[in-house]
Nanobody, 124 residues
């Protein structure tokens, strides 16, 4: 079992930045690929970013490429999502997720554990 707790969400103006954190407890964090997903009101959950177990490979949705950066610190059992140049359309609840083995890191169904989410609101 892996427990995931997100933090760092909040209200930010367009063009601003936020850094989300996801702290993991339970089984060995370093065995899991990690991802961030988001869900806006009245929209389906969508993939944002993912990172492999040792951080060697990262994946991004086209909508956030160049603005968001995913990273992880296995010593701290934490994955991060640095979000820059935020836009109103980035407003959503952001979830982190852990996958023991994924076929495709962009598929939510490949993830085994999910956090409760943290709200990000981009508005002036």
């Amino acid at each position: 079992q892996v427990q995931l707790v997100e933090s760092g969400g909040g209200l930010v103006q367009p063009g601003g930045s936020l850094r989300l954190s996801c702290a993991a407890s339970g089984r060995t964090f370093g065995n899991y690929g990690m991802g961030w997903f988001r869900q806006a009101p009245r929209r389906e959950r969508e993939f944002v970013a993912a990172i492999t177990t040792r951080g060697g490979n990262t994946y991004y949705a086209n909508s956030v490429k160049g603005r968001f950066t995913i990273s992880r610190d296995n010593a701290k059992n934490t994955v991060y999502l640095q979000m820059n140049s935020l836009k109103p359309e980035d407003t959503a609840v952001y979830y982190c997720a852990a996958a023991f083995a994924w076929k495709t890191p962009t598929w939510g169904t490949d993830y085994d554990y999910w956090g409760q989410g943290t709200q990000v609101t981009v508005s002036s």
